[in-house]
């Protein structure tokens, strides 16, 4: 567990420098675009393990555990999550212009 920890936390300020270079004036320095470049990857992977092991999803692929999908369900329990997730992933895009990498590693693992 000590060697799991290390490398998650290696692995985490890792990210955290390259989005810190990346959001450098002359490099990508564009907040929205790169969280719907994230979101984007994220809803392409999760699709992809959908296709490949449906069974990590018991709530869209086992009948007796189904959610039913309607636009009120969408509308009312998903958007008001996705919007909030983007703004949070915006807003924290924006941070890396304006703060170090020390504290954003440490409120990274606070959050």
Do not use: W
């Amino acid at each position: 567990t000590v060697a799991l920890g290390a490398v998650t936390i290696t692995l985490s300020v890792s990210l955290i420098s390259f989005n810190k270079v990346l959001m450098k004036p002359q490099h990508f320095p564009y907040a929205a675009p790169l969280a719907l470049m994230h979101m984007g990857f994220c809803s392409t992977l999760a699709a992809l393990l959908l296709g490949v092991a449906p069974s990590l999803f018991p709530s869209l692929t086992d009948p007796e555990r189904k959610v039913p999908i309607d636009a009120h369900f969408i509308t009312r329990g998903i958007a008001p999550i996705g919007v909030a997730f983007a703004a949070n992933l915006v807003c924290a895009n924006m941070a890396y212009k304006h703060l170090s990498v020390a504290f954003l590693q440490m409120m990274k693992e606070t959050n």
